[in-house]
C-alpha cells in the first residue's frame, strides 16, 4: 500500500492461489459479519450458509464457491497440494506416487465435498478464469491466481472497491 492505493500483492507461491470473494454478496448471504475462510473447514461452513440461502431466496446458477473450469483447475490445486502435503503428487525425481498420503486424502475429500454438496458449479471443460463469476455475481468467492486482481482493475473497474482478495485458506488456517 503506497499512498492509499495497492499496487502489488505478495505472492504466496506459483501459482498464486489466493481467494476472491465479493464482499456485498458475503454480507448479504453470510451476514454483514462474516468473514473470509482461513481454514478448508470453515470454507464449507461458509459455502453451506451461503448455499441455503441462495436456496431460500430461489437462486439459481450463482454458487458459494468457483473454481477454473476445465483443465486450468489443475493448476488451480498445486497451491493447495504444496500446503497440504509439502509437495505435488508425485516425488520431485517423479518415480513414486504420494497420493495415497494422509494430506491427499484430505484434499480429495475437501473436493469431494465441494462438489458433492452443490458448492461449486460443474465444470464445462471450457477454460474461465473464476474471478469472472465473482464480478459477474455467479459466485460469491472463487480460487484465482494473483493476475486476477489485474483482471478486476481492467476489465471490471466499477467492482474494484467490491472484490477483496485474501491468501487461500489451508487445513490448518496457517
Same mark, same amino acid.
Given at each position: 500500500n503506497y499512498g492509499g =492505493?495497492? $499496487?502489488?500483492y505478495p505472492i504466496l507461491m506459483e501459482p498464486s492461489t489466493i481467494l476472491a470473494y465479493r464482499k456485498d454478496l458475503l454480507a448479504k448471504y453470510a451476514g454483514a459479519d462474516a468473514k473470509t475462510p482461513e481454514t478448508w473447514d470453515e470454507l464449507l461452513s461458509l459455502c453451506s450458509t451461503i448455499r441455503s440461502a441462495l436456496r431460500s431466496e430461489g437462486? =439459481?446458477?450463482? $454458487?458459494p464457491f468457483s473454481v477454473p473450469t476445465g483443465v486450468a483447475c489443475a493448476w488451480g490445486t498445486w497451491g493447495m497440494q504444496q500446503a497440504a502435503t509439502g509437495g505435488l503428487a508425485v516425488t520431485d525425481d517423479w518415480t513414486t506416487s504420494r497420493i495415497t498420503e494422509h494430506g491427499y486424502t484430505q484434499l480429495a475429500g475437501l473436493w469431494r465435498d465441494l462438489y458433492g454438496n452443490g458448492y461449486v458449479p460443474l465444470s464445462? /471443460?471450457? $477454460?474461465?478464469?473464476?474471478?469472472?463469476?465473482?464480478?459477474?455475481? =455467479?459466485?460469491?468467492?472463487?480460487?484465482? /491466481?494473483?493476475?486476477?486482481i489485474s483482471t478486476i482493475l481492467n476489465q471490471y473497474p466499477d467492482q474494484k472497491d467490491n472484490i477483496g482478495f485474501v491468501p487461500m485458506p489451508t487445513f490448518s488456517g496457517d
Open positions: =492505493k495497492y $499496487y502489488a437462486t =439459481k446458477n450463482a $454458487y464445462s /471443460g471450457d $477454460y474461465t478464469e473464476a474471478v469472472f463469476d465473482v464480478a459477474d455475481g =455467479k459466485s460469491v468467492m472463487a480460487t484465482c /491466481g494473483s493476475w486476477s
